[in-house]
């Protein structure tokens, strides 16, 4: 009886040792691949111009709710692990290092201003995860081949892109009303500086008539403008131009309603946008030029719409332009992930991420591309718009063909050295 007794408990041991396999007992062999992917986000969180961080971990937490619904990748679902760095580019650096050292992150979705994604491609660089930079609009970025970093893409719009539609549409107004005199207002960082020389270069090569008098350089996070305006009122140009953005923009002209500033001349502006920005404001002056940044009825699609209502009842907002790009930056990373059936490795999701197009909502026609050669997105709206006092806020976009814009992108950036 002892032996049979044995013998049974023996049979038992084993089959709970099968089970154990089945049901993931040996995670080394059978539940690795199954781990949920932990993607991390940089961004910010707080301070003035912490909707750019909101608004883009809304936008991914949307997505990744509708991918993990869908069942994920090789049966792999998502988990959003985010970090604020309070707009500090040395802490962008330090949280990403952590996220992927200590919190197992093995995917970053830089949701950085152009002043932190600088620091977390270099942390990148030394740390081969996949990252995508959702936020950063500084051409050099993904342009400079110097800085190119293997597994980093960018899945933003970025400044020379805007810089050509944005020149061709401020030249045909100045034109039109003999705006010769210009001056500009622009955050004095990389992203301010880099995004304002573009913009004026090809206004003037539009108009060859247009004269730069003079440039004034708040600081990025500036709480008072009181010195810029003054120089802005004292120079009295017929047309400014401003890379402000997020809370800084609104303040900025909050404040110069005050002086009545924006009757004074034509503003043009490549972060107005925002649905949120533009609401912020209590009294925005109508006829302002802005570059497209989100908009629910351009492009004019289901999809878009769609986004629109979906991401509105998650946050009880209009979508931001950096909300829309997140969104889309998921949809690249997602389809990569089904692909290599949810494998993780860098260069293993850079190899299909390198050209890829799909179709997207946002898309000018029907689909947006991550060009192969710099890791950046093309087919997305650029285009140029004015304000209106009711949603949604911007009508009236003039866009500007793809087909012009590589070609003078190709033009600029063989002067800078960079093809």
């Known amino acids: 009886m002892g032996k049979e007794t044995s013998g049974l408990q023996r049979r038992k041991m084993l089959q709970g040792a099968a089970g154990a396999a089945v049901l993931g007992g040996f995670p080394h062999i059978a539940g690795a ?107 050099s970025l993904t342009a400079d081949p110097k800085i190119h970093v293997k597994t980093a893409f960018r899945c933003a719009r970025q400044g020379i892109h805007d810089a050509v539609a944005g020149g061709k549409y401020a030249s045909g107004i100045s034109k039109a009303k003999d705006l010769k005199r210009w001056m500009t207002c622009s955050p004095d960082y990389a992203y301010g500086r880099d995004n304002t020389a573009e913009f004026m270069e090809f206004a003037k090569r539009f108009d060859p008539s247009i004269e730069l008098v003079d440039q004034v350089w708040p600081k990025l996070f500036a709480p008072d403008y009181t010195e810029n305006l003054t120089k802005l009122l004292q120079a009295k140009p017929q047309a400014v131009y401003s890379a402000l953005w997020g809370g800084d923009l609104v303040t900025f002209i909050e404040q110069g309603n005050l002086y009545r500033l924006f ?104 689909g947006i591309t991550m060009r192969d050669s710099d890791h950046t997105i093309i087919g997305y709206p650029v285009a140029w718009g004015r304000t209106v006092a009711k949603l949604p806020y911007v009508e009236d976009f003039s866009p500007v063909a793809w087909s012009e814009i590589t070609e003078l992108e190709a033009q600029w950036k063989a002067g800078k050295g960079y093809a």
């Open 33 to 139: 691949q199954a781990k949920v992917i932990r993607v991390g986000m940089p961004t910010i969180l707080s301070g003035r111009v912490a909707i750019l961080g909101t608004s883009s971990r809304a936008a991914v937490q949307l997505s990744v709710k509708q991918f993990n619904e869908m069942g994920g990748a090789g049966g792999r679902t998502i988990e959003l692990v985010d970090r604020d760095s309070k707009g500090r580019p040395d802490e962008a650096a330090k949280v990403t290092r952590d996220l992927i050292n200590n919190d197992g992150c093995e995917i970053i979705i830089d949701a950085e201003a152009s002043s932190g994604s600088f620091a977390v491609q270099e942390v990148v660089r030394d740390l081969p995860t996949l990252c995508v930079h959702t936020c950063s609009e500084t051409s």
């Open 263 to 366: 009757s004074k001349f034509d503003f043009f502006s490549g972060g107005l946008g925002d649905g949120p920005v533009l609401t912020a404001i209590k009294q925005l002056p109508v006829g302002m030029n802005t570059a497209y940044r989100y908009n629910r009825f351009y492009p004019d699609k289901p999809g878009n719409l769609a986004f629109a209502e979906g991401y509105n009842k998650l946050t009880s907002q209009e979508p931001t332009n950096w909300a829309w790009q997140n969104s889309l930056a998921c949809q690249f990373i997602f389809e990569a992930l089904k692909r290599t059936n949810g494998k993780t490795d860098g260069m293993t999701l850079a190899a299909e991420l390198k050209g890829m197009n799909v179709k997207s909502p946002f898309a000018v026609e029907d």
